[in-house]
Every structure is written in C-alpha cells, then in structure tokens.
C-alpha cells in the first residue's frame, strides 16, 4: 500500500514488523566475535569537524566539508580486508554505510553526497560484501536513519522517507551476501 502526497514514491512501513530469519537471528546471536567499521567522510576531517551535535549550525556542514578530506583517495582492497578478517577469526563484520553526516559509503544515485569511483583507487568499503559472502562471513550494514545534511530530514518528512527507503532498497539488492542491517 503507498500512501502519502507522493504515492508514487512512499512505502507505508507503519504497519511493518521489524523481523529476522530464525537462522539469521540464531547465526548472530552465536557469533562470538565480529569486527565494526565506523568509517565515513568525518573521519578524515579536521579534528573540530569530527563529532558532530545535532545544532542548527550542523545543517551547514555538508558545504563546508573540507574538499580534501572527501577527495583523499585511500588503497582500499576488498580481498585483503576480507583475507584479514578470516585470518583473525571474525564471525561478521559491520560497516558504516550512511552516518549522521548523510555521505553515502557507497556510489548511489539518490545523492551526490557519497562516495564515488574517483574518490577511491579499488572501489569503496561497501564492495567488500562479494570478498566476505566467498569467505562465508557475513557482511552487516549500519545506517543511520539520522542525515544532519538533509533538509527534509527536519522539514519534510515524507520526502525523507522516500530518500531513505530507497537507499536502503538499494543496498540490500546492490549488496550481495550481506548479512543485515541494524536501523
């Protein structure tokens, strides 16, 4: 059922029951040890643009984001992160996709606020899923329902629902093998 001034767009999740697979519950639950990427654009930021609060000021950091964090290009290996993570005995591993920041960790077409081709020499963090699914290790999603640069966020609601359902959808059918995401 869509409902909404943008029926076309909006999926009405109010009646949805949050649920995972009895086996996907079960194999979570019984990992003992997993590995938590919390990685985006903030991190190589200036110290005073790491941490963000929730203030109005903070609606103004997306353009005011230094250009050379978001342009430093970094050898990133899906193989060898996936190699590393059975080599240590990982169970699963979480990677931060969107933060409160709204930069996407992954190139999509909902917004030009992510990560794209050139701005990494092997791909981008998401891509590790393929190397991870072949290791039999599951890759989980964090996404924060949280965008401190979106506007509609605090203004429009329903278009922020619409933005957010869509790259959800996006990573759980561009993303094969992964193993959830915690919202």
Known sequence: MRVGTRAESIEDT???KLAASTKGLQRFTESRIGLSVHWGLYCAARPEERGRS???????WRSTAPTSARSTRCVFSAEEWADLVLEAGL???MITSKHHDGFCLWDTPTTDWN???DDLQDGHPVRVAPALRDRGIPLHFYYSLLDWTRPAYRSDWPAYVTYYQAQVRELCTRSEGIGGIPL
């Open 54 to 60: 929730t203030s109005r000021a903070d609606l103004h």
């Open 14 to 16: 109010s009646g949805a």
């Open 91 to 93: 169970e699963f591993v």
């Open 115 to 117: 990560v794209t081709a």
